[in-house]
Protein backbone atom coordinates (compact mmCIF):
# COMPACT_ATOMS: atom_id res chain seq x y z
CA UNK A 1 0.00 0.00 0.00
CA UNK A 2 1.32 3.60 -0.88
CA UNK A 3 0.92 6.71 0.70
CA UNK A 4 2.30 8.83 -2.38
CA UNK A 5 2.39 8.67 -6.11
CA UNK A 6 4.63 11.09 -8.08
CA UNK A 7 3.48 13.40 -10.75
CA UNK A 8 5.59 11.86 -13.38
CA UNK A 9 3.86 8.36 -11.93
CA UNK A 10 0.81 9.53 -12.42
CA UNK A 11 1.55 11.32 -15.91
CA UNK A 12 2.82 7.85 -16.53
CA UNK A 13 0.36 5.63 -15.54
CA UNK A 14 -2.03 3.58 -17.63
CA UNK A 15 -4.99 3.28 -15.71
CA UNK A 16 -7.29 6.54 -14.82
CA UNK A 17 -7.66 7.07 -11.41
CA UNK A 18 -10.48 8.81 -9.71
CA UNK A 19 -8.87 12.20 -9.16
CA UNK A 20 -10.07 14.71 -6.13
CA UNK A 21 -9.22 17.74 -5.86
CA UNK A 22 -9.33 19.05 -2.12
CA UNK A 23 -8.22 23.18 -2.54
CA UNK A 24 -9.02 24.58 0.97
CA UNK A 25 -7.34 26.35 3.83
CA UNK A 26 -8.48 27.76 7.03
CA UNK A 27 -10.34 30.87 6.33
CA UNK A 28 -10.13 30.92 2.95
CA UNK A 29 -13.22 29.87 0.77
CA UNK A 30 -11.74 30.51 -2.57
CA UNK A 31 -11.29 26.73 -3.01
CA UNK A 32 -14.25 26.08 -5.69
CA UNK A 33 -13.11 28.94 -7.26
CA UNK A 34 -9.78 28.00 -7.87
CA UNK A 35 -10.08 24.66 -8.77
CA UNK A 36 -12.99 25.94 -11.35
CA UNK A 37 -10.03 28.24 -12.92
CA UNK A 38 -7.76 25.63 -13.36
CA UNK A 39 -7.42 21.90 -12.51
CA UNK A 40 -5.73 18.25 -13.51
CA UNK A 41 -7.79 17.11 -16.18
CA UNK A 42 -11.24 15.21 -15.16
CA UNK A 43 -10.74 16.46 -11.37
CA UNK A 44 -13.57 16.53 -8.69
CA UNK A 45 -14.03 19.25 -6.99
CA UNK A 46 -14.09 17.96 -3.12
CA UNK A 47 -15.29 20.51 -0.41
CA UNK A 48 -14.13 19.73 2.79
CA UNK A 49 -16.27 21.36 5.34
CA UNK A 50 -19.24 20.05 3.55
CA UNK A 51 -18.25 17.01 2.09
CA UNK A 52 -15.68 15.64 4.43
CA UNK A 53 -17.08 16.77 7.73
CA UNK A 54 -20.10 16.38 10.10
CA UNK A 55 -21.46 20.05 10.67
CA UNK A 56 -19.07 21.50 14.04
CA UNK A 57 -19.79 21.36 17.41
CA UNK A 58 -18.34 22.35 20.88
CA UNK A 59 -18.36 18.75 21.72
CA UNK A 60 -16.84 17.18 18.53
CA UNK A 61 -14.44 19.73 17.14
CA UNK A 62 -14.81 22.50 14.19
CA UNK A 63 -14.58 19.22 11.29
CA UNK A 64 -16.05 16.02 13.70
CA UNK A 65 -15.46 12.70 11.06
CA UNK A 66 -18.63 12.51 8.65
CA UNK A 67 -20.90 9.32 9.47
CA UNK A 68 -19.77 6.28 7.72
CA UNK A 69 -23.35 6.63 5.33
CA UNK A 70 -22.70 10.20 4.81
CA UNK A 71 -18.90 9.31 3.18
CA UNK A 72 -20.01 7.01 1.16
CA UNK A 73 -22.68 8.75 -0.48
CA UNK A 74 -19.91 11.86 -1.28
CA UNK A 75 -17.54 9.18 -2.41
CA UNK A 76 -20.37 8.16 -4.82
CA UNK A 77 -21.00 11.65 -6.15
CA UNK A 78 -17.04 12.11 -6.88
CA UNK A 79 -17.59 9.03 -8.95
CA UNK A 80 -15.92 6.65 -7.13
CA UNK A 81 -16.51 2.67 -7.85
CA UNK A 82 -15.62 -0.54 -6.48
CA UNK A 83 -12.10 -1.22 -7.95
CA UNK A 84 -11.14 2.02 -8.41
CA UNK A 85 -7.72 3.65 -7.78
CA UNK A 86 -7.84 7.44 -5.96
CA UNK A 87 -5.49 10.24 -5.89
CA UNK A 88 -6.18 13.45 -3.56
CA UNK A 89 -4.59 16.88 -4.53
CA UNK A 90 -4.76 20.04 -3.39
CA UNK A 91 -2.37 23.20 -4.15
CA UNK A 92 -0.66 22.88 -0.35
CA UNK A 93 1.50 19.66 0.02
CA UNK A 94 -1.11 17.95 0.88
CA UNK A 95 -2.42 19.77 3.78
CA UNK A 96 -5.80 19.74 3.04
CA UNK A 97 -5.61 16.58 0.52
CA UNK A 98 -4.31 14.25 3.54
CA UNK A 99 -7.97 14.58 4.60
CA UNK A 100 -9.59 13.23 2.06
CA UNK A 101 -6.54 10.32 1.85
CA UNK A 102 -7.23 9.47 5.33
CA UNK A 103 -11.05 9.26 5.55
CA UNK A 104 -11.08 7.08 2.10
CA UNK A 105 -8.46 4.60 3.87
CA UNK A 106 -10.12 5.29 7.14
CA UNK A 107 -13.50 4.16 5.37
CA UNK A 108 -11.69 0.83 4.36
CA UNK A 109 -10.52 1.70 0.30
CA UNK A 110 -6.78 0.26 0.43
CA UNK A 111 -5.80 1.94 -3.18
CA UNK A 112 -6.04 5.67 -2.50
CA UNK A 113 -2.92 8.38 -2.56
CA UNK A 114 -1.40 11.47 -2.03
CA UNK A 115 -0.28 13.65 -5.06
CA UNK A 116 3.06 14.47 -3.88
CA UNK A 117 3.71 18.10 -4.33
CA UNK A 118 0.28 18.53 -5.77
CA UNK A 119 -1.06 20.91 -8.39
CA UNK A 120 2.68 22.53 -8.69
CA UNK A 121 4.19 19.27 -9.08
CA UNK A 122 1.33 18.15 -12.17
CA UNK A 123 2.66 21.35 -13.77
CA UNK A 124 6.38 20.91 -13.41
CA UNK A 125 6.50 17.67 -14.77
CA UNK A 126 4.64 18.96 -17.68
CA UNK A 127 1.06 17.58 -16.89
CA UNK A 128 -1.75 20.10 -18.33
CA UNK A 129 -5.02 21.83 -16.61
CA UNK A 130 -8.59 22.29 -17.61
CA UNK A 131 -10.77 24.74 -16.48
CA UNK A 132 -14.50 24.13 -15.71
CA UNK A 133 -17.03 21.76 -13.62
CA UNK A 134 -16.59 17.95 -13.77
CA UNK A 135 -19.62 16.01 -12.78
CA UNK A 136 -18.96 12.31 -13.02
CA UNK A 137 -20.98 9.57 -13.59
CA UNK A 138 -22.39 8.21 -9.73
CA UNK A 139 -19.88 5.46 -8.25
CA UNK A 140 -20.91 2.70 -6.78
CA UNK A 141 -18.40 2.16 -3.71
CA UNK A 142 -19.00 0.30 -0.51
CA UNK A 143 -17.28 1.90 2.14
CA UNK A 144 -16.73 -0.64 5.48
CA UNK A 145 -15.13 1.41 7.89
CA UNK A 146 -12.29 0.32 10.51
CA UNK A 147 -9.36 1.15 7.99
CA UNK A 148 -7.52 3.65 10.11
CA UNK A 149 -6.58 4.17 13.74
CA UNK A 150 -8.34 6.32 15.85
CA UNK A 151 -8.33 7.67 19.24
CA UNK A 152 -10.67 9.72 21.18
CA UNK A 153 -9.53 12.88 23.44
CA UNK A 154 -9.20 11.27 26.48
CA UNK A 155 -7.00 8.49 24.39
CA UNK A 156 -5.10 11.06 22.98
CA UNK A 157 -4.38 12.91 26.20
CA UNK A 158 -3.72 9.63 28.11
CA UNK A 159 -0.75 8.72 25.74
CA UNK A 160 2.16 10.64 26.93
CA UNK A 161 1.88 9.37 30.57
CA UNK A 162 1.76 5.81 29.34
CA UNK A 163 4.67 5.37 27.27
CA UNK A 164 3.42 6.95 24.19
CA UNK A 165 3.73 10.09 21.51
CA UNK A 166 1.33 12.77 21.25
CA UNK A 167 1.97 15.12 18.30
CA UNK A 168 0.78 18.62 17.55
CA UNK A 169 1.01 19.73 14.60
CA UNK A 170 0.06 23.25 14.24
CA UNK A 171 2.09 26.25 13.95
CA UNK A 172 4.44 26.34 17.02
CA UNK A 173 3.12 29.72 18.04
CA UNK A 174 -0.36 28.56 18.62
CA UNK A 175 1.17 25.01 20.21
CA UNK A 176 3.19 27.59 23.21
CA UNK A 177 -0.05 29.56 23.35
CA UNK A 178 1.13 32.70 22.20
CA UNK A 179 -2.04 33.17 19.53
CA UNK A 180 -5.06 31.43 19.23
CA UNK A 181 -6.67 32.81 15.86
CA UNK A 182 -9.61 30.10 15.70
CA UNK A 183 -10.45 28.31 18.86
CA UNK A 184 -11.72 28.95 22.58
CA UNK A 185 -8.20 28.81 24.43
CA UNK A 186 -4.39 28.57 23.73
CA UNK A 187 -1.71 26.35 24.43
CA UNK A 188 -1.42 22.56 23.87
CA UNK A 189 -2.59 19.47 25.63
CA UNK A 190 -0.20 18.67 28.67
CA UNK A 191 2.55 16.32 27.31
CA UNK A 192 1.85 17.16 24.12
CA UNK A 193 5.28 17.43 21.54
CA UNK A 194 4.91 19.77 18.74
CA UNK A 195 5.53 18.76 15.25
CA UNK A 196 4.29 21.44 12.60
CA UNK A 197 2.96 19.69 10.14
CA UNK A 198 4.62 21.86 7.02
CA UNK A 199 8.09 20.80 8.24
CA UNK A 200 7.43 16.97 6.58
CA UNK A 201 7.84 18.99 3.35
CA UNK A 202 10.54 20.53 0.86
CA UNK A 203 10.82 23.65 0.54
CA UNK A 204 8.84 22.77 -3.53
CA UNK A 205 5.86 21.20 -1.24
CA UNK A 206 6.70 17.61 -1.39
CA UNK A 207 7.41 15.02 1.70
CA UNK A 208 10.62 14.86 2.76
CA UNK A 209 12.44 11.51 1.91
CA UNK A 210 11.39 8.60 3.89
CA UNK A 211 14.14 8.41 5.40
CA UNK A 212 14.69 12.19 6.40
CA UNK A 213 10.78 11.92 7.96
CA UNK A 214 12.12 8.77 9.41
CA UNK A 215 15.06 10.62 11.78
CA UNK A 216 12.34 13.79 12.11
CA UNK A 217 9.95 11.88 13.70
CA UNK A 218 12.66 9.80 15.66
CA UNK A 219 13.65 12.80 17.42
CA UNK A 220 9.92 13.63 18.53
CA UNK A 221 9.80 10.09 19.75
CA UNK A 222 7.41 8.81 17.43
CA UNK A 223 9.18 5.74 16.12
CA UNK A 224 8.41 2.18 14.79
CA UNK A 225 6.53 0.22 18.07
CA UNK A 226 5.37 3.16 20.04
CA UNK A 227 1.83 4.23 20.01
CA UNK A 228 1.82 7.19 18.59
CA UNK A 229 -1.16 9.51 17.52
CA UNK A 230 -1.54 13.70 16.00
CA UNK A 231 -3.85 16.37 16.31
CA UNK A 232 -4.19 19.77 14.55
CA UNK A 233 -6.37 22.36 15.37
CA UNK A 234 -9.50 20.26 13.96
CA UNK A 235 -8.42 16.84 12.67
CA UNK A 236 -7.06 18.10 8.72
CA UNK A 237 -3.60 18.95 9.34
CA UNK A 238 -3.16 15.95 11.38
CA UNK A 239 -4.22 13.34 8.63
CA UNK A 240 -1.39 15.06 6.32
CA UNK A 241 1.04 13.82 10.16
CA UNK A 242 -0.59 10.68 9.65
CA UNK A 243 0.38 10.37 6.10
CA UNK A 244 4.12 11.51 7.04
CA UNK A 245 4.30 9.24 9.58
CA UNK A 246 2.98 6.58 7.23
CA UNK A 247 5.95 7.15 4.79
CA UNK A 248 8.22 7.19 7.69
CA UNK A 249 7.01 3.73 8.94
CA UNK A 250 5.64 4.82 11.62
CA UNK A 251 1.81 3.59 11.95
CA UNK A 252 0.20 6.70 13.61
CA UNK A 253 -3.93 7.27 14.93
CA UNK A 254 -5.87 10.54 14.27
CA UNK A 255 -7.27 12.55 16.82
CA UNK A 256 -10.69 13.85 15.12
CA UNK A 257 -11.52 16.23 17.64
CA UNK A 258 -8.02 17.43 17.98
CA UNK A 259 -7.40 21.08 20.04
CA UNK A 260 -10.78 22.69 19.05
CA UNK A 261 -12.43 19.82 20.90
CA UNK A 262 -10.03 19.58 23.72
CA UNK A 263 -10.02 23.77 24.27
CA UNK A 264 -14.08 24.10 24.22
CA UNK A 265 -14.20 22.13 27.63
CA UNK A 266 -13.01 24.75 30.13
CA UNK A 267 -12.45 21.35 32.83
CA UNK A 268 -9.65 20.23 30.28
CA UNK A 269 -5.78 21.20 31.50
CA UNK A 270 -4.14 23.52 29.36
CA UNK A 271 -0.52 23.76 28.57
CA UNK A 272 1.88 26.88 27.10
CA UNK A 273 5.54 27.66 26.47
CA UNK A 274 7.59 25.58 24.27
CA UNK A 275 8.07 22.49 26.34
CA UNK A 276 5.49 19.39 26.65
CA UNK A 277 4.70 20.06 29.81
CA UNK A 278 4.33 24.00 29.65
CA UNK A 279 4.24 26.26 32.05
CA UNK A 280 1.89 23.56 33.69
CA UNK A 281 -1.86 23.93 33.76
CA UNK A 282 -3.64 27.00 33.01
CA UNK A 283 -7.30 28.41 32.74
Not at 55 to 84: E, V
Not at 105 to 129: Q, S
Request: net charge negative; charged share 15%.
Amino acid sequence: MSTLVGADALLAAAGHPVLLDVRWALGDARGREQYLARHLPGAVFVDLDAELADPPSPGAGRHPLPSLPRLQSAARRWGIRSGDAVVAYDDSGGLAAARAWWLLRWGGLTDVRLLDGGLAAWVRAGGELEAGDVVPAPGDVVLTGGGMPVVTAEEAAALPASGGVLLDVRAAERYRGEVEPVDPRAGHVPGAVSAPAPGALTGEGTFLPAADLAVRFAALGAVPGRPVAAYCGSGVNAAHAVAALEVAGVPAALWPGSWSQWSADPGRPVATGPDPGGAGPVP
